[in-house]
């Protein structure tokens, strides 16, 4: 598969019109925007922004307990938003490594994706400053909606992979599509795997990756 440049792949469970929950979760917040990226990206780890540049942080690894704890906070501000909206699914809870891992699932709910995910981001960060304000501690929770961000990290590896053969193949630098920092680190990932690099450019919401050549 071959991305050109600017082109935006799609998902399949993304959903062009707004929601109602959009709606819901920008005015419990006032301004979903503001925070966005102030809790870090999803795939990151800890000490890192968005794009990997090293951050200073004293707050120690939170233990099982507490990410936990963390789970059940945000699985109840899931569940109250879901009852606002009047929208029916299940709500799983986990821990992976370090972060706490919250699902939505047995019900097809794109009103908590979006296009290209906004949605499910804008949700993501609402709820973090949920479980940041009960706690008091920085989070890396991260909120999945019926397998949506496992489905889009597949597709987005492929599309880092398919640029740094063709970046390899023509030894020109490639540009992407404009991404957000999720997007972003899933593709420097894939890059990277394959024996490249690649760095971000541009100013949000038009920031994106380009794929170098070696040397």
Sequence with gaps: MSQQDDAVPGSGAEDEAGSAL???TAADDGDAGASAGSFGDELLPPGEDA??????SDQPRPTVAEL???GEIAADYIEGLLDVADLDGDIDMDV?????????????????????GEVLEALQELTRLAVHQQ???RTRMMLDVGGYRQRRRAELAEAGQDAAEEVRRTG????????????????????????????????????????????
Excluded at 51 to 56: L, M, N, P, S
């Design 22 to 24: 959009a709606v819901t």
């Design 68 to 70: 936990e704890l963390e």
């Design 96 to 116: 992976e490594g370090d972060r706490a891992v919250v699902s939505v699932v047995g019900a097809t709910l794109s009103e908590l994706v979006g296009r290209r």
């Design 135 to 137: 706690t008091g501690n």
């Design 172 to 215: 020109q630098p490639k540009k992407l599509w404009p991404m957000n920092p999720f997007e972003r680190k899933v593709v420097h990932d894939a890059v990277a795997a394959a024996g490249l690099r690649s760095e971000s450019e541009g100013e949000e919401p038009e920031r994106r990756v380009v794929v170098l050549p070696v040397g």
């Design 51 to 56: 794009d990997g540049t090293a951050e200073a």
